[in-house]
């Protein structure tokens, strides 16, 4: 006799025809379910949102971003109120000889990205590079919110 891990009951089918409902209302209303939306419905014409990674060191904020395939011309980099904002397009290039395209799973389009930095930043003591598909961003931090050591004195009695 074969046991099943995990109970089975109606509820649960009413729980996930629920759920399909929701995506396939979802789906008729804005185009797509919202995964679909956020990572590319398979066929590239989802939204293109590139991967940053965010560190802090004792002197600068580091922000890479992955931008493959990308003019770094046609990226915007710039801070405001704070954030630091990543603007720019991925362009699809169709090729016209292709007769029998089977998948397309690369996304394209416009994105923006704002990225909310730590207080303390210096506007003024900024980079950026892009190498390999990377965009990298280097972000002085003021003196005053630099980690210091403070020298304890010892009184004597």
């Known amino acids: 006799m074969a046991m099943n891990l995990i109970p089975f009951s109606r509820s649960s089918l009413a729980v996930r025809g629920l759920g ?14 919202p995964m679909q939306r956020l990572w590319g419905a398979g066929d590239g014409r989802g939204a293109f949102l590139p991967a940053c990674d965010v560190r802090e060191t004792e002197t600068d904020v580091l ?4 931008l493959p395939g990308m003019d770094p011309n046609e990226v915007q980099v710039s801070l405001e109120n704070g954030r630091l904002w990543l603007c720019g397009e991925r362009k699809h290039e169709e090729e016209t000889k292709t007769k029998n395209v089977h998948r397309v799973e690369r996304s394209f389009g416009s994105f923006e990205r704002q990225i909310e930095l730590p207080d303390g930043i210096n506007t003024e003591d900024v980079d950026a590079s892009y190498k390999d598909g990377v965009l990298k961003i280097r972000i002085g931090k003021r003196e005053e919110a630099r980690p210091r050591t403070i020298k304890v004195k010892v009184e004597k009695k």
């Open 63 to 66: 922000v890479e971003a992955e």
């Open 20 to 33: 399909q409902e929701i995506d396939r209302l979802l789906s008729d209303i804005f185009g797509g379910s």
